[in-house]
């Protein structure tokens, strides 16, 4: 439902969407699938289902083959696409043209850092733009 709500799908565009949960497979126990039709992803929306989905593989299907297969993966840095959840940063003040930057310190848990106050935080705490 995060993939969903990342990709910003809320099913009022029209698309026809699919989900599907504990889908046995074949490299691991089961795993959960997001179908949905008539929508190309992003780079940038891709590295953000990193943040909820780090094992995801997104798979571009045209003419109902595989075109595509894309690892999710995180980038070194979320520029303009996640909010620091410190209210009182800079790059939350309304009058700044700032652009929110949000570097990735560890890859692996994994843990964010704003770079503007420097507050740490977990993927959960991080807020998607
Ligand atoms: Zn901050």
């Known amino acids: 439902m995060r993939v969903l709500e990342i990709l910003g799908i809320t099913g009022k565009e029209g698309n026809v969407v699919s989900v599907a949960m504990n889908v046995p ?15 190309f992803l992003k780079t940038e929306e ?3 289902l990193a943040l909820v989905a780090p094992k995801a593989t997104v798979n571009i299907i045209r003419n109902y083959k595989v075109s595509e297969k894309r690892k999710v993966e995180l980038p070194k840095v979320f520029v303009g696409l996640l909010k ?6 800079i790059s939350n003040m309304q ?9 990735v ?13 420097q507050r740490l935080m977990t993927s959960s705490e991080s807020r998607i733009i």
């Not at 310190?105 to 106050?117: A, E, G, S």
Request: charge should be positive; charged fraction near 35%; glycine fraction near 0%.
């Open 46 to 48: 891709t590295d953000k």
């Open 25 to 39: 497979s074949s490299k691991i126990d089961k795993k959960d699938v997001v179908k949905v039709a008539n929508r």
């Open 105 to 117: 310190v560890d890859k692996n848990q994994p843990l964010l850092k704003c770079r503007f106050c």
């Open 84 to 89: 620091c959840p410190n209210p009182t940063c």
């Open 95 to 103: 009058n700044e043209p700032i652009v929110p930057t949000i570097d």
